[in-house]
């Protein structure tokens, strides 16, 4: 049981969602150009340029409380969920309509893309919405958790003061991309019932017509 007001937590570093925000990008821009709303460049400069000036706005630790950086995080998470969202709904409807693909490691790639981004993306939907994102975690965490990790429900595993962070969250993205459950984190909240539900239709439908059409290839 936590109580209600915990000792502040050492804020985690920005460098780490940076670097896999900005890797989602160099990924999105590597799809095929029939894969991707045009112009191709649009959606990845506009969350690059987010992306850098949340950066410049809070280089190191994410522990400042601004409703702009705020608006700027999640707006650059929304334009990576756009792009994302296009090429996996252009390449199942291209593997339904039986698109002529004589490649399967072409394929494999690119579904294997379009599921590593969407595995970065709702990790940091997760991150930036669990508690009211990572600054609020760290100086008022009591106020609300919409994601029980197991040492929120065990004492001698919750240090003073732990907070999850992106690692956290990434592996919580990654176990119910691929096994379709969120593994031992519980979602509290009905946004993060909905917004799992919601990945695991995605990873599934991606991996199973993906994997699918490449054996009928080989």
């Known amino acids: 049981m936590i109580e209600q007001r915990e000792p502040a937590g050492v804020a985690e570093r920005r460098w780490v969602a940076a670097t896999a925000a900005l890797g989602a990008l160099a990924l999105q821009l590597s799809l095929p150009a029939h894969l991707v709303l045009p ?25 400042r409380r601004s409703m702009g950086l705020r608006r700027a995080s999640i707006a650059l998470v929304a334009v990576m969920s756009i792009a994302n969202a296009a090429s996996a709904a252009r390449l199942i409807d291209g593997l339904l309509s039986r ?23 709702f990790a940091l939907w997760y991150w930036e919405l669990d508690g009211g994102g990572p600054a609020r975690r760290v100086h008022d965490y009591a106020v609300r958790i919409d994601l029980m990790f197991p040492q929120h429900g065990n004492a001698e595993f919750m240090p003073p003061g732990w907070r999850p962070q992106f690692v956290d969250y990434l592996y919580v993205s990654f176990t119910n991309a691929i096994s379709l459950s969120p ?34 290839v080989l």
Do not use: H, Y
């Open 39 to 63: 112009p191709r460049w649009l959606l990845p400069a506009t969350g690059l340029a987010l992306l850098v000036g949340v950066v410049i706005a809070n280089p190191d630790r994410c522990d």
């Open 99 to 121: 698109m002529e693909i004589a490649d399967a490691r072409f394929l494999l790639r690119v579904g294997a893309t379009i599921w590593v981004i969407n595995v970065v993306v």
């Open 183 to 216: 593994g031992e984190t519980s979602p509290l909240a009905r946004w993060t019932k909905l917004t799992m539900m919601l990945q695991s239709a995605v990873s599934l439908g991606t991996l199973a017509l993906v994997v699918a059409r490449a054996v009928n």
